[in-house]
């Protein structure tokens, strides 16, 4: 179906019954998209990209496949990673935009009352893990593209659809490696969003391994061993104790409250009738963007190690597992927030905000190299409305269909001749 060409009104007006009028096959997408298991952990991801890659060949679209080398995955601990680039090339003289959204999923879980790889349609609204994050912008952003194509008038630039597999274990192996092997430079980012809001800037995230080493020793001796399980108590109640002082910090960034923390795993020992001789702790320390997380990270080790310092027999190693940078507005981000605030006045009949948030996403990487990046796409007025990461994920349709029409027709802003 192609749309002739006429005024800018006449355009979006078409762009947008365009989207209604295939809104059942964006549907039937969505579908097929959730019903691929992409668990991570284990992270074995390559097929989904490989079935991604297929059905947009059905559009008569290329995508380029870009593994990441196995051993690289591994290290990682993941399975496999193939991630997408779709480039869809206009007229000379325009900006390239990129869509971003990440096809990995956190695993389903328990309590779920519709099968979390069903795609379950009930009373308008879709069931299934990744419908909301992010699974629900491959098909947002794909039908958005298609419908700004179905224009007969001219467009300059480009779009690129970045469809990676890495944003549940921190993205470095998914936007972060199409950046680093520089196969994409985009002018402008809209990452995968998951409200109505648009997100401009989010918080940093801090992880570590802290690994205490004692000694094991008999039960009926506890003498004759050094307590990692003591040991680790003392570090855990310095970290918890932190907590009263950063909720004193406050950001400046709408949507972003103060710094938190926690530790979020502990495992150790051997037996109950064993004096424990390793305790290995996970944390996560959020940092809000006014924060420097070089200052933070070694103060955090500071505070691990004072406080075991001079117990006998007790080491302590400590392991970066991810530093996610924030997430702030760059000059270009602007434009991207009032083109999308315009367009969804027009398409929602009501305002939208843009702020912060205390998450932390994959935009972030695109920010790192002077990319401007925001987060918008299908979703409902709140997080937690969504589910997302939890049981009986879900997306209501109707929200589906204005995203897309959002998205579309801020592509024809920036894109029509």
Not at 52 to 76: I, L, N, S, T
Not at 204 to 210: D, G, N, S, Y
Not at 287 to 311: F, N, S, T, Y
Request: with cysteine.
């Amino acid at each position: 179906m192609k749309i002739e060409p006429g005024t800018d009104m006449d355009a979006q007006k078409k762009i947008t019954r365009w989207i209604d009028a295939h809104f059942d096959e964006e549907v039937a997408f969505l579908q097929a998209v959730i019903r691929i298991p992409t668990d991570t952990p284990p992270g074995d991801n390559a097929p989904h990209a490989d079935a991604v890659a297929a059905m947009v060949e059905a559009f008569g679209w290329r995508a380029e496949k870009h593994p990441v080398p196995a051993q690289a995955v591994h290290d990682y601990g993941m399975q496999s990673i193939t991630n997408l680039i779709v480039r869809r090339l206009y007229q000379p003289g325009g900006p390239t935009i990129a869509l971003n959204a990440h096809g990995d999923v956190v695993p389903p879980g328990e309590g779920w009352t519709h099968p979390p790889y069903g795609g379950v349609v009930e009373d308008g609204v879709m069931y299934g893990r990744a419908a909301a994050v992010s699974k629900g912008d491959f098909a947002t952003f794909i039908f958005a593209v298609r419908a700004l194509e179905a224009l007969t008038m001219p467009l300059k630039g480009c779009v690129e659809l970045h469809f990676t597999y890495d944003e549940e274990f921190g993205g470095l192996l998914g936007p972060g490696y199409l950046l680093e092997q520089q196969l994409t430079r985009p002018d402008f980012v809209i990452a995968a969003g998951f409200s109505y809001h648009i997100v401009t800037a989010h918080n940093a995230c801090l992880q570590l391994e802290v690994t205490v080493h004692g000694k094991s020793g008999h039960g009926a001796m506890p003498e004759t061993g050094h307590d990692a399980l003591q040991a680790a108590t003392g570090i855990l109640n310095a970290i918890y104790g932190e907590l009263p002082a950063l909720k004193k910090k406050r950001s400046s960034v709408a949507g972003i409250d103060s710094p938190t923390m926690l530790v979020g795993r502990i495992d150790g020992g051997t037996n109950t009738n064993v004096v424990p001789g390793k305790v290995v702790m996970k944390l996560d320390r959020r940092m809000i963007p006014e924060e420097d997380p070089v200052a933070v990270e070694v103060g955090l080790r500071a505070l691990i190690e004072h406080a075991v310092h001079g117990m006998p027999g007790i080491r302590v190693e400590i392991r970066r597992l991810l530093l996610s940078h924030a997430l702030r507005p760059l000059p270009g981000c602007g434009k991207l927030v009032a083109s999308l605030q315009k367009n969804a006045l027009q398409v929602m009949g009501e305002a939208i905000s843009a702020h912060g948030t205390p998450l932390y996403a994959d935009a972030r990487l695109y920010g790192e190299h002077g990319i401007p990046a925001v987060l918008y796409g299908a979703g409902p007025r709140t997080v937690p409305e969504s589910h997302a990461k939890k049981a009986d994920e879900r997306l209501v349709l109707d929200d589906l269909r204005k995203a897309t029409k959002v998205v579309a027709l801020t592509l024809f802003d920036f894109l029509s001749a």
